[in-house]
C-alpha cells in the first residue's frame, strides 16, 4: 500500500489521531455514519464526505446493541477490513449473555444467574437476597439493582417488567478486592479499585496498578485466545474467602489509568493488519 492507509476511529476518544501519525485518520459515529461496501473494499460516508475504509478502531461500549451494531461488524467481516478488535470477536461479546457463554465455555468462573426474558416469569421468581438484579445489556454499572432485602423485590421485579428487556439475578457478592486484568496481546497490566457503593466498577474513589494473580492472568490469556482479541479487560471480584468470580467481560474497555503506552501500541498492532 503506498498511499496512506485510512483509519476510522468509531466511537471513543477524540486524540487517537495522534498516534496514526502514518495514517490519514477520520472518526465517525456508529449512530450517524453511513456505510456502503463496493467491489469488496468498505467505504464511510460521513459529515467530511465519502471515503475508502483501510483500518477501523472500534470503540464502541457500553452501549445496548442495535441491529445498524452487528450491520456494521458485518460489513467489516465480510470486506476483510482490519478491525481492533477484529469484528468476529467482537460479534462474540456482542451482549453480556453471548459474552458469558463464550465465557462460560472455556471454564472462567462465573456467578450463578437465573435469567428470565419475558415479564409475566418474575412472577414466579423469587431470587435470595442479598442478590443483584441487572436489566439488558448495560455495562458499568447501568441498568443495575440490588436487592438487599426480600422485601425490596415487588418493586424492583415490577420496574424491570417494565423494561421489555430480559433480566438477569445472580448472589451479591460481599468482595473484599475489584481487579481489573487488561491485555493487548501478550502483555496483561492490572488494577485494584476501590469503588464508592456495592458496584464495584462504578463510582471508583482509588485506583492503583497492581501486579496480579497467576491465575487471573491464565483467565485473561485464555478469554484472549478464546476469541481471537486484540484487547480485552476482564473484572474480577475476590471474596473473603479468597475466590476469585468473573464480574464482567468488555471488549472494548476504557483504558483510563492504565499506561499511557497502551494506546500506540494498538495503533500499532492495527497499522501492522493493515500493512500485511
Excluded at 7 to 33: K, M, S, Y
Excluded at 53 to 66: K, S
Amino acid at each position: 500500500m503506498t498511499a496512506r492507509p485510512t483509519v476510522v476511529i468509531v466511537n471513543g476518544e477524540r486524540d487517537w489521531a495522534d498516534h496514526f501519525p502514518e495514517a490519514e485518520v477520520r472518526r465517525c459515529r456508529l449512530q450517524t455514519a453511513q456505510w456502503q461496501v463496493s467491489g469488496n473494499a468498505l467505504y464511510l460516508l460521513d459529515e467530511q464526505g465519502r471515503t475508502r475504509v483501510d483500518g477501523v478502531l472500534w470503540r464502541v461500549g457500553a452501549i445496548r446493541p442495535e441491529p445498524r451494531h452487528r450491520v456494521v461488524l458485518d460489513l467489516i467481516r465480510l470486506t476483510g477490513t482490519p478491525c481492533v478488535n477484529p469484528a468476529a470477536a467482537l460479534q462474540r461479546g456482542f451482549d453480556r449473555l453471548s459474552m458469558r457463554a463464550e465465557m462460560q465455555a472455556i471454564g472462567l468462573p462465573l456467578l450463578p444467574q437465573e435469567i428470565v426474558l419475558g415479564g409475566a416469569l418474575l412472577d414466579h421468581t423469587e431470587p435470595a437476597s442479598p442478590a443483584v438484579l441487572k436489566v439488558g445489556n448495560h455495562h458499568a454499572g447501568y441498568g443495575k439493582a440490588l436487592v438487599a432485602r426480600r422485601e425490596d423485590w415487588p418493586d424492583l421485579r415490577d420496574l424491570a417488567w417494565t423494561a421489555d428487556d430480559y433480566v438477569t439475578l445472580e448472589p451479591f457478592v460481599d468482595y473484599v478486592r475489584d481487579l481489573r486484568c487488561l491485555a493487548v496481546g501478550d502483555d496483561v497490566w492490572g488494577m485494584a479499585r476501590r469503588s464508592g457503593s456495592w458496584k464495584a466498577n462504578r463510582d471508583t474513589q482509588e485506583y492503583t496498578l497492581t501486579d496480579l494473580p497467576a491465575e487471573l492472568v491464565a483467565y485473561t490469556r485464555a478469554a484472549m485466545a478464546h476469541l481471537g482479541a486484540d484487547l480485552l479487560g476482564l473484572d474480577f471480584l475476590e471474596d473473603r474467602a479468597g475466590q476469585f468470580f468473573l464480574l464482567e467481560t468488555n471488549d472494548v474497555p476504557g483504558l483510563s489509568g492504565f499506561p499511557p503506552s497502551i494506546r500506540p501500541l494498538l495503533a500499532r498492532r492495527l497499522m501492522a493488519q493493515i500493512r500485511r
